[in-house]
Nanobody
Framework: QVQLVESGGGLVQAGGSLRLSCAASGRIFSINVMGWYRQVPGKQRELVATIDSGGFTKYAESVKGRITISRDSAKNTVYLQMDSLKPEDTAVYYC?????????WGQGTQVTVSS
């Protein structure tokens, strides 16, 4: 069984920064991709950023230049450094990981950006 535990959400003013962390634990044989998605009420969950085992990253156009994803493979942890935050970044952020070829999701952490 695998668990993803997120931390780092909260309330921040527009222009501020937050750093999200997500640690994977359990019976892990391989982690191919880790990343973050976000969702606001009434809308579909959308990609924020992903990083694969080779370090290749993918970002949503709306966050390029403001958000950086990184990964510590030794700790099975993925980070999301969010700078220059905007009110439209407000959402529940979900950690995602493809572990043992199975999709896994965290519980979600709220990020609120006030104007």
């Amino acid at each position: 069984q695998v668990q993803l535990v997120e931390s780092g959400g909260g309330l921040v003013q527009a222009g501020g920064s937050l750093r999200l962390s997500c640690a994977a634990s359990g019976r892990i044989f391989s982690i191919n991709v880790m990343g973050w998605y976000r969702q606001v009420p009434g809308k579909q969950r959308e990609l924020v950023a992903t990083i694969d085992s080779g370090g290749f990253t993918k970002y949503a156009e709306s966050v390029k230049g403001r958000i950086t994803i990184s990964r510590d493979s030794a700790k099975n942890t993925v980070y999301l450094q969010m700078d220059s935050l905007k009110p439209e970044d407000t959402a529940v952020y979900y950690c995602y990981a493809l572990i043992n070829l199975i999709n896994n999701w965290g519980q979600g952490t709220q990020v609120t950006v006030s104007s």
